[in-house]
């Protein structure tokens, strides 16, 4: 993980990683975000792994206002009303017609 140096006062910022699996090294960027005084916090990650207490962890966490996934791993969307899913198959369609033509 790589922390930016830069004035997070007031501003939104937005954590990006390749995958979000337990949520606590997630959790514990978006405090220390808020802390530096990051007025919002928003995080996407490719893959949503989302285990143990990934979900919970997300829900009552106050620093983190939403999650952005992909759906290359299926979600309950049901289970967390800050996770937002982007579909990505016709991206990864082009990229396979791209690749085997």
């Known amino acids: 993980a790589e ?5 997070t006062g007031g501003k939104k910022s937005v954590i990006v ?20 005084g990051a007025c919002d916090v ?3 990650m490719t893959h949503g792994i989302l285990s143990g207490p990934a ?17 290359t791993l299926p979600q309950n969307l049901e289970s967390c009303s ?10 990864i369609a082009k990229s396979v017609k791209k690749t085997l033509s």
């Open 17 to 36: 990683d390749d995958m979000a699996d337990t949520c606590g090294t997630l959790t514990k960027a978006a405090s220390l975000l808020t802390s530096m």
């Open 3 to 7: 922390v930016s140096t830069q004035s």
């Open 42 to 44: 928003e995080a996407v």
């Open 82 to 91: 800050k996770l937002k899913v982007i579909d990505i198959s016709e991206l």
């Open 55 to 71: 979900v919970e962890r997300i829900n009552n966490d106050p620093n983190i206002s939403g999650l952005t996934v992909t759906n």
